[in-house]
C-alpha cells in the first residue's frame, strides 16, 4: 500500500514538472500584454526555453542522475523548481526571465528523468503497466487543469499568484519526496569529459533496449503535439474548434488509462505501441477519406488522438520492460527526454507547412508517415534484439 502512495506521489508532483512548462503556455496572452512592445517569437522563447534544455542534455541528464540517486535528484530539482519559480514571480526583465527559465529546464529535465525511473522502481511487475500508463498522463492532466484553473487565479492575483502557487505546489513536493522515498544507493559519476559523454550517447542510442523506447516516442511527439494544436484551427471559428481543442486531450487520457491499461496486463508494452500506432494509421487514413464533412472528420480526429494516447502510455511501460536494470533505465528515460523535446519542437512547424501546401492530405499524410515510421522502429529495434 505505500508504494501505491509513493507512485501517486511522484504522479502528483510530475504535475507541477509539467506546470513548468504550463504557467507560461496556457496564459500565453497574459504573459505577452505583462511584457509589452516585445516581439512574439521573443515571448515564444519564454515558453520553448525549458525544452530546449532537455532537447539538448536529455541523454546527458539520465547518465548522471543515476549516480546522484533518484531520490537526491528529485528533492534537488524540487527545490531549485520551487525558487525558480519564486522570483519569476516577481516579473524580471526579460532576459532574466528567459535566463531562469533555462535554469528551469535542468530543473525539469531532471524531474522528468528520475520520475518515471522511480515509479518503476517501486511498483511490482503486476501493476508496473498500470503506474507508467498513469506516470505519463501528467503532461495532458497538468495542462487541463492549469487550463480549468489557471484563468480564474490570474484574474484574481495576475501572473505573480499563478508562480508562487506554482512555487508552493513544488515545495511541497520537495518535502513529500524527502519523506517517502527510499533512500539512494548511488553509482560512480560519469566522466565529464566531451569525448567520453559522445561515447556514452553513442551506446546509448546504439542499445536496442535503451534507445527503443525513445526512438518509438519521438514518432508519438512529434504527431502528438502539432495534431493537437493545429487540427482545432482547420475548424476556426465553428463549433467544431472548441470541441476538439477541450475533447481531444481528454479522449488521449481517457483511452491511455482504461484501454491502455487494459492492454499492457495482457500484452508486452512494445506490442501496444505497435497497436496504437497501427490504429492511428487507420484513422489518418478515414481522416483523409471524410476531409471536408464536419462531424465523420471529428470522429476520425477522436481516433486519432485515442490510438496515439495508447502509444503515449506504452511508451513509457517500454522502459522498465527492455530495461530491467534502474542504470539502464535513467539512460532510456533520458534519451525519452531528448528525443521527446526533438519531437515536440518540430512537428508543429512540419505540419503548419504540409497543411499550407496540401491541406487534409498534408495532414493525413504527416500523420500516417510517422506512424508507420514508429511500426517500423519497434519492429526493427525488436529484431536486434533477437
Given at each position: 500500500?505505500?508504494?501505491?502512495?509513493?507512485?501517486?506521489?511522484?504522479w502528483?508532483?510530475s504535475?507541477?514538472?509539467a506546470?513548468?512548462?504550463g504557467?507560461?503556455a496556457?496564459?500565453?496572452?497574459?504573459?505577452?500584454?505583462?511584457?509589452?512592445?516585445?516581439?512574439?517569437?521573443?515571448?515564444?522563447?519564454?515558453?520553448?526555453?525549458?525544452?530546449?534544455?532537455?532537447?539538448i542534455f536529455g541523454?546527458?541528464?539520465?547518465?548522471?542522475?543515476?549516480?546522484l540517486?533518484?531520490?537526491?535528484?528529485?528533492?534537488?530539482?524540487?527545490?531549485?523548481g520551487?525558487?525558480?519559480?519564486?522570483v519569476?514571480?516577481?516579473m524580471p526583465?526579460?532576459?532574466?526571465?528567459?535566463?531562469l527559465?533555462?535554469?528551469?529546464?535542468?530543473?525539469?529535465?531532471?524531474?522528468?528523468?528520475?520520475?518515471?525511473v522511480?515509479?518503476?522502481?517501486v511498483?511490482?511487475?503486476?501493476?508496473?503497466?498500470a503506474a507508467?500508463?498513469?506516470?505519463?498522463?501528467?503532461?495532458a492532466v497538468?495542462f487541463a487543469?492549469l487550463?480549468?484553473?489557471?484563468?480564474?487565479?490570474a484574474?484574481w492575483g495576475?501572473?505573480?499568484?499563478i508562480?508562487?502557487?506554482?512555487?508552493?505546489?513544488?515545495l511541497?513536493?520537495?518535502?513529500?519526496?524527502?519523506?517517502?522515498l527510499?533512500?539512494?544507493?548511488?553509482?560512480?559519476?560519469?566522466?565529464?569529459?566531451?569525448?567520453?559523454?559522445?561515447?556514452?550517447?553513442?551506446?546509448?542510442?546504439?542499445?536496442?533496449?535503451?534507445?527503443?523506447?525513445?526512438m518509438g516516442?519521438?514518432?508519438?511527439?512529434?504527431?502528438?503535439?502539432?495534431?493537437?494544436?493545429?487540427?482545432?484551427?482547420?475548424?476556426?471559428?465553428?463549433?467544431?474548434?472548441?470541441?476538439?481543442?477541450?475533447f481531444?486531450?481528454?479522449v488521449?487520457?481517457?483511452i491511455?488509462l482504461?484501454?491502455?491499461?487494459?492492454?499492457?496486463?495482457?500484452?508486452?508494452?512494445?506490442?501496444?505501441?505497435?497497436?496504437?500506432f497501427?490504429?492511428?494509421?487507420?484513422?489518418?487514413l478515414?481522416?483523409?477519406?471524410?476531409w471536408?464533412?464536419?462531424?465523420?472528420?471529428?470522429?476520425?480526429?477522436?481516433?486519432?488522438?485515442?490510438?496515439?494516447?495508447?502509444?503515449?502510455s506504452a511508451s513509457?511501460?517500454?522502459?522498465p520492460?527492455?530495461?530491467?536494470?534502474?542504470?539502464?533505465?535513467?539512460?532510456a528515460a533520458g534519451?525519452?527526454?531528448?528525443?521527446?523535446?526533438?519531437g515536440?519542437?518540430?512537428g508543429t512547424?512540419l505540419?503548419?507547412?504540409l497543411?499550407?501546401?496540401?491541406?487534409?492530405?498534408?495532414?493525413?499524410?504527416f500523420l500516417?508517415l510517422?506512424?508507420?515510421?514508429?511500426?517500423?522502429?519497434?519492429?526493427a529495434?525488436?529484431?536486434?534484439?533477437?
Amino acid at each position: 500500500m505505500r508504494n501505491f502512495w509513493i507512485v501517486i506521489a511522484i504522479w502528483a508532483v510530475s504535475l507541477g514538472a509539467a506546470a513548468q512548462f504550463g504557467k507560461f503556455a496556457v496564459l500565453f496572452d497574459r504573459v505577452a500584454l505583462a511584457y509589452p512592445g516585445q516581439p512574439l517569437p521573443m515571448i515564444g522563447l519564454v515558453v520553448s526555453t525549458v525544452g530546449f534544455v532537455g532537447l539538448i542534455f536529455g541523454t546527458t541528464a539520465g547518465l548522471f542522475v543515476s549516480a546522484l540517486g533518484y531520490r537526491q535528484v528529485l528533492v534537488v530539482a524540487l527545490l531549485a523548481g520551487a525558487a525558480i519559480s519564486a522570483v519569476e514571480a516577481l516579473m524580471p526583465p526579460l532576459p532574466i526571465l528567459l535566463g531562469l527559465r533555462a535554469l528551469e529546464g535542468l530543473s525539469h529535465l531532471a524531474i522528468v528523468v528520475a520520475a518515471p525511473v522511480m515509479t518503476a522502481q517501486v511498483s511490482s511487475p503486476r501493476w508496473q503497466g498500470a503506474a507508467m500508463t498513469l506516470y505519463s498522463s501528467f503532461f495532458a492532466v497538468s495542462f487541463a487543469a492549469l487550463g480549468l484553473i489557471g484563468p480564474s487565479v490570474a484574474d484574481w492575483g495576475g501572473l505573480p499568484a499563478i508562480y508562487l502557487g506554482h512555487a508552493a505546489y513544488m515545495l511541497a513536493g520537495a518535502v513529500l519526496m524527502a519523506l517517502l522515498l527510499p533512500r539512494d544507493l548511488r553509482g560512480p559519476l560519469p566522466r565529464l569529459t566531451l569525448p567520453a559523454l559522445l561515447t556514452q550517447h553513442g551506446r546509448i542510442y546504439a542499445s536496442p533496449y535503451e534507445a527503443a523506447p525513445a526512438m518509438g516516442f519521438v514518432c508519438y511527439t512529434i504527431t502528438y503535439v502539432a495534431f493537437l494544436t493545429l487540427m482545432p484551427q482547420q475548424f476556426l471559428g465553428r463549433p467544431e474548434q472548441a470541441v476538439l481543442a477541450t475533447f481531444m486531450p481528454l479522449v488521449s487520457v481517457g483511452i491511455s488509462l482504461t484501454l491502455g491499461v487494459w492492454g499492457l496486463s495482457r500484452f508486452g508494452a512494445v506490442r501496444m505501441v505497435q497497436a496504437g500506432f497501427a490504429a492511428g494509421l487507420a484513422f489518418a487514413l478515414m481522416l483523409w477519406l471524410v476531409w471536408g464533412q464536419a462531424t465523420p472528420t471529428v470522429w476520425a480526429a477522436f481516433g486519432v488522438a485515442a490510438a496515439l494516447g495508447v502509444v503515449q502510455s506504452a511508451s513509457f511501460a517500454t522502459i522498465p520492460q527492455l530495461n530491467p536494470e534502474p542504470e539502464a533505465r535513467a539512460r532510456a528515460a533520458g534519451a525519452i527526454a531528448q528525443l521527446g523535446n526533438l519531437g515536440t519542437t518540430s512537428g508543429t512547424p512540419l505540419l503548419v507547412w504540409l497543411i499550407a501546401q496540401a491541406g487534409g492530405t498534408g495532414l493525413a499524410l504527416f500523420l500516417g508517415l510517422f506512424c508507420a515510421l514508429g511500426i517500423a522502429i519497434h519492429a526493427a529495434q525488436a529484431a536486434r534484439r533477437g
